[in-house]
């Protein structure tokens, strides 16, 4: 990928640089040297065109995230102005700490979804990675049909399964009983076959003859998929822990559904609620809830940043969120 | 590189003990052919141990995936299935009632039309929108990453956290007639020489609704639109525009000429995708909107509800219509999804 990336900016039609003042001809002719000057005024402008745009859309893109900042410090006073304000007059910390004290319990929904993100996202490894290396590596009898009955399920949309699933969790009684709704948060959509697809076509990359080999020394699969499989596939491995880390951080239909109590709820679920509604001003207290908003956004911001490379290659062969 | 170093690591850490084992005879051939038999009674375990392999997932995939899809046929079947009145000792009618009172019902036309109307504007729109900035992000290298960096931003939010942000910015402050403030986005308008709108609060228009709804899914959508189109620009074989260049075309010829036909295998996946996450459009309008009004405040009967929305609604106390509307929603996924692939077959060149 980068050194794509780089092949294509080395090979790239035209440059800025080139579009810099030009060049005195290498001996040329005057007329071949106004042309190329004139050409190259043309590059300039285009350019200008080009740098505008992206700039229009990266203002339109980041707009949002200017808002959510500078409304989560602002005073309820100052967030009423007339005329809104670019910058806050006064920094309003305050709000942050309303998240965590007041009726939103911030902290509590933290936990819960951290505990459900890290579960799940290990339980789905495991499952996985061993579902994947049966698919890539071992031969048994209708495979290929198991296999192609499970992509088949991908064309369904998920929220069929929201429908029967939620059916299925009361018949189960898991909702209204502690451990259950734990259980109804993090098993019915535990098994991704996207993402045991992905990781079969990672696995099959890998050479035969490697498999092979390890065989004739009487290496046991377990140990040959630990020190073998996994360390080579491990890229794919992140992309799927923070994907999935990121869906339990954004889910908001099933939780809604089965696990609306504090003891459970999730960040999102959390959020949509009344959480900040003002008894007394009997209107929601915007600048608190922006606050909330941003604590929400920022940590998946921030992984983002930092793993930049593995949750745009889980992306964009998926197009799925989460 | 990497993979020829783990390869050489793995082989010779494994090779190691077993030189070791005290089986190892002097004649090293006969050995080796001994191996290869284990070997090959380790492969006619795998039968076995495959399906071991498999177990946990497919224990999983069996409750929650493939019985729930013999399970909506049947409850689709059971007119006003409920599991708490199953549970209470009710019998349920066998017939198609559930699907004919989906169709029925009055507000599933208006959920119907918005999913297509917000599909058939925010597709399209997001489809060029991010086309020109993945073409333009191709031909520029200063700040290349930094620009790639600041769109990809809407992909890694909270629809719904961000929903509410939007509905900050448009709404107005204070009650309707007498407002505070405008808000932030018509304070805007009104610099522009334009004037206020009212665009979520309570008494807005259907169509003032509509645009804040496409402005926020195209900004939403556009990240992973321009994230594989930009992957297919880059595979794209610089020669093609080098020979275009040697002929003098122009930018917008060899856009429409060049770029659009090598790239459509890509536009195409980008609309398919669009369209299947379209029809699913639901937790972008609850950012913006109330869940139980599916409209702006004071609103009656669901202006805005989509036929995901239509489906959450009933999904609480009548199970058996809930199911039916999924698999309509399925099959109508289904259908358009086909007539997608039969048009990308005949228009995208591979």
Redo the contacts between chains.
Sequence with gaps: MEQLQSEIKESAPELPENAAPAPQGEGGEVDVEKASKKQKIKKTFVYIGLYAFLTIVAIVVLFPFYWMLISSVKTVAEYELRVPTFWPKTFKWDNFALAFTGNLHLGRLFLNTVIVGVVSTILSLIVTVLSAYAFARLEFKGKNILFAALLATMMIPGELFTVTNYVTVNEFNWVGSDFGEWLALILPFLVSVFYIYLLRQNFMQIPNELYLAAKVDGTSDIKYLWRVMIPLASPTLISITILKMMGAWNSYIWPNLVARDLAHRLVTVGLRGEAFYDEILQKTNMPAQMAAVVLVTIPLLIVFLCFRKYIVRGVSRSGIKG | M??EK??TE??S???AP?QESPEGAPGGKKK?SE??K??GR??GH??L???L??L???V??A???????I??VR?SMLEDYS?LKEKGGTEFLVNFNNFTNVVHYRGFLTCMGNTMLLTVITVPVSTM?AL??AV?????????KV?Q??????????????G???K??FEI??PVNSP?????IN?IVEAFGGSAVNWVNEGSSYWANMAVLIFFIV?NA?P?KI??LL?GL??VN?QY??AA?VDGTS?FRIFWRITVPLLSPMIA?VVI?GF?GGF?E??SI??IFD?SLMGPPGSIGKPLNTM?GY??GT?NNN?GR??AA??I??AV??VVTMINLYVSKKRVHY
């Design positions: 990497d993979e783990i390869l793995s082989t850490e494994e090779s077993a080796f191996r290869l284990k070997a380790w492969l795998s039968q141990k495959a399906w392999y498999l946990p997932a497919l999983i995939l409750i929650f995936t493939v019985y729930p899809i399970n909506t409850i599991f929108l020109l900035i333009g992000l191709n031909s520029i290298k200063w700040l290349k620009f960096t600041i769109f990809f931003l809407p992909y890694v939010t909270n629809a719904i956290a961000i509410m942000v939007f900050a910015m402050i204070g505070s403030s405008v808000g932030i304070t900004w556009l992973f994230l594989v992957g880059q595979n610089k525009y080098d260049k930018r996946y995708t299947i699913k639901y937790t609850i950012g869940e995901v489906i959450y999904i199970q809930a199911s999924a698999l929603l399925f996924i289904f």
